[in-house]
DNA sequence: TTTTAATCGAGACGGTACGTCGAGTCTTGAC
DNA sequence: GTCAAGACTCGACGTACCGTCTCGATTAAAA
């Protein structure tokens, strides 16, 4: 439904059955794993969820919304590291973090497969905008360890400079395997330091 | 076509339509643009090339593979930078061709849309891993800049550096318009040089 | 409702609204007008009559019985004819009385959709069977004009002969403005009064 | 497909099936036995006939057709009485085999729904228009038997008087096995002479 | 006066057919 | 052997109506 439950209009009416959402969101995300972003479709979700397609668009419009509020919350979690008085270890925990989702994570593939079908479809770019999952986790790291506004780059580019690698390597196909989120930490922090001094980015 | 025009089998028969084939790659280019990379369709590219559905199976298999080789000679081109002695020149024209690649052509919103589909399509993404437009392109660029090997980063993780930031920056919907492509490339410079030194990267 | 308010089980409970039931005989009468037996529902019914749709089916199980109702009284009423005391007037004018009422009236185009129905659906015949509009309508009539039992025809096949040709005429699309009630009425007595003393038809 | 294989525009292309033809207009045919008129939908005749869902909508556009398709010809067969030299054989022979049609001939049930159908939608009553096998195979038996034209009443009128009781009989669900045909066609061919000389009906 | 019970509206539910569309494949005849 | 044309099977699309099912809110007669 992409925002919680409305109930204001009329008030009457049958409630809307909490069972059969959960079914859904359930059934979205296992048929991401087993037959992948291309493979899921309405019918497919309505069927696995053993519930009727009139329900399934009654609450979503399309498989992106529905894949978007089944991996979203999930999302945030997974990409949530607790804060620690040392800013090189929450950066290198984030980054740590980041990779897992992107590379491993089903809600990460769920997100991978968003972000791409947004590339050509500007509903789905739109839906995406609505909650920058990425960003906002990332930024609330970035902000403890630099403190907001002490350099001269904005802090989404700031942001943008800690997730943009990793992001690239992974959705370019490169094997994440080969990243090591603490060299990245410390050079990250040494760069956007650096920059509160040099004015530069 | 993916495997250039092969000619061998058999003997006589008539010979392929170079005529076919060209309009089928523009048909495609302008499809892109009309309708977007979800509105296109192999019947739709065949119907705009006044050429028949079959035909367009006989050379290419998938949409992307149009798409792709539609594009990838393009993006090539655009992604090419002019040798210079300045560095700092090299790095900040190819960030610039970046952006511009990325976000305004028409290559590029196809190699986007082709990304995006291999988040969720393994063939997609075995097709773009058969050629490396983005990381070539890159790579050469940073070779130059910084020379190969000089720092403890293995050439590839230097070029996901350069890349990654504006990559994500334009794929996750923010505007190209604030990213400054010569400040960018002062501080990529500043950070790989630094990590020839510190062996951090 | 097909069998008149019972208010039998239990008690107590809120009696049932005549103004619902209006409404919905109402509606359906304007939509059979408006869009035809075809596209008349039941969800239309109900949207049109400000009625829920649980409501119509509590009292009518399908579209048939409601338009069943909903047209036999003004059918009986539109079919029955003053009688006077020449024969042939009598028999002038229910044919005319038919004519308009299967050919232009709302009431008529509700019937014949209704016998188009029971043609492949039995449910609906044995519903029609309930009520023989018709056939009642031109026993009254015939029995005056000829007598009961007088002619070796059994009463329901001189109705038959009466109605049937006017009946197939309508029913297969023909031109209801080239039949003449006056002609028809005489040929029948002529041809009735003849079986009493033939001893034929 | 109601007019037979239009082949003109082109030239080229697959041929049309003949094999998926007579497939659908089988399967109608069964499926109107086994769950009557209302129980056939295109879905259920696209499986019986194992073809494609999109093969029969390519040919036909509505169930009407294709049943209308499927029926016309047998009708045109069961209707068609061998002419003799005695007018009320003929005329007894017609009505014979008018009611078997109607009565209890598959073509007969579809002819009927067809006939139900077209009372409330005028797209069925126009296909219905576009060949009048009741009336032409009626048509055929009155010239024969009393002549064109030699009566004051028009040669449809006529055929009508001769149908109509029969049709009404069946259509209004009353028993076949009640009507005697002899008996009506003599009745008929008295009418009808009667009206060549006393110019009424 | 309080139960009690059947009504009412609204609207979500699981089904199923609708008619359309795109995917790939196949079958012609012409080149 | 390629080409245009176009019919073919398959399966998902999004919509509509089906008939059923909760809800909360009325509304009277019975207790």
Redesign the interface.
């Known amino acids: 439904m992409t925002e919680a439950a409305r109930k204001e209009p009329g008030a009457g009416g049958r409630p809307r059955s909490e069972e059969a959402r959960a079914a859904v969101l359930h059934a979205v995300d296992d048929l991401l794993l087993e037959v992948?972003?291309?493979g899921v479709t309405m019918k497919g979700i309505a069927e696995r969820a053993r519930v009727s397609r009139q329900t399934v668009y009654r609450w979503w419009s399309t498989k992106a919304e529905v894949l978007f509020e089944a991996s979203v919350n999930d999302a945030a979690a997974e990409l949530a590291v607790e804060p620690t008085d040392d800013p090189l270890a929450d950066l290198t925990a984030y980054l740590e973090a980041l990779v897992r989702f992107l590379a491993h994570s089903p809600a990460g593939?769920a997100y991978?497969?968003l972000?791409?079908?947004?590339?050509?479809?500007?509903a789905v770019?739109a839906l995406?905008?609505t909650k920058?999952v990425?960003?906002d986790s990332a930024r609330a790291v970035v902000r403890r360890a630099v403190g907001e506004g002490r350099g001269k780059l904005?802090l989404?580019?700031a942001t943008?400079?800690l997730?943009?690698?990793?992001?690239?390597?992974v959705?370019?196909?490169?094997d994440p395997g080969?990243?090591v989120a603490r060299?990245?930490a410390?050079?990250y922090l040494?760069?956007v330091r650096?920059?509160e001094i040099?004015g530069?980015?």
Chains 1, 2, 3, 4 share one sequence.
């Open positions: 992948g972003y291309a593939a991978r497969a972000i791409g079908e947004a590339q050509g479809d500007p770019a995406l905008a920058d990425l960003g904005p989404d580019q943008a400079l997730i943009g690698p990793t992001f690239f390597w959705l370019s196909g490169r080969r990243l060299e990245r410390e050079a040494h760069e650096a920059g040099m530069t980015a």
